[in-house]
């Protein structure tokens, strides 16, 4: 697979400069300096090898390639910030499943009580138990491991 022809900050000021109208202003919104954010949108025409902005205006006005790239470019920027909070959520065990294998008498009589206390501090992450014989759980344990 090739290379993309963009980077996430290449987005991120194709939206700061559609957002912001100029140039300045997004460099100022994004705390780089201007030539920083010209030089970005050069290397991005070039490498899309197709004009983002029609130069001779007082405002950055886009072409329709750079509509149609602020359109998916904003969609991933999205996905990237959604990825990061649910990998955040994850690990603060605000979100995902918890998959638990037991025996009939822990499952049934140990496990219930413990996964509600579990469900009462972690609400949003998914319990799954699974009961079945001891040998049945051993087995099923070492194939996930793998």
């Not at 009462?120 to 087995?139: E, I, K």
Request: aromatic share 6%.
């Amino acid at each position: 697979m090739s290379d993309l022809p963009f980077t996430l900050d290449q987005l991120r000021i194709l939206k700061a400069i559609a957002a912001e109208g100029s140039f300045k202003r997004a460099a100022d919104s994004l705390y780089v300096s201007q030539p920083a954010v010209s030089l970005q949108v050069q290397n991005l025409e070039r490498q899309l090898d197709v004009p983002l902005f029609d130069r001779g205006g007082r405002r950055a006005q886009l072409t329709e390639a750079g509509h149609l790239l602020l359109s998916y470019g904003e969609k991933i920027l999205t996905l990237c910030q959604e990825t990061c909070r649910a990998i955040e959520d994850l690990q603060n065990l605000q979100g995902g499943t918890l998959v638990i294998g037991a025996s009939q008498t822990t499952g049934t009589y140990l496990l219930p009580r413990m996964i509600g206390l579990f469900r009462q501090q972690y609400p949003d992450v998914a319990v799954q138990l699974h009961v079945h014989s001891t040998r049945r759980t051993s087995w099923s344990c070492c194939k996930w491991a793998n």
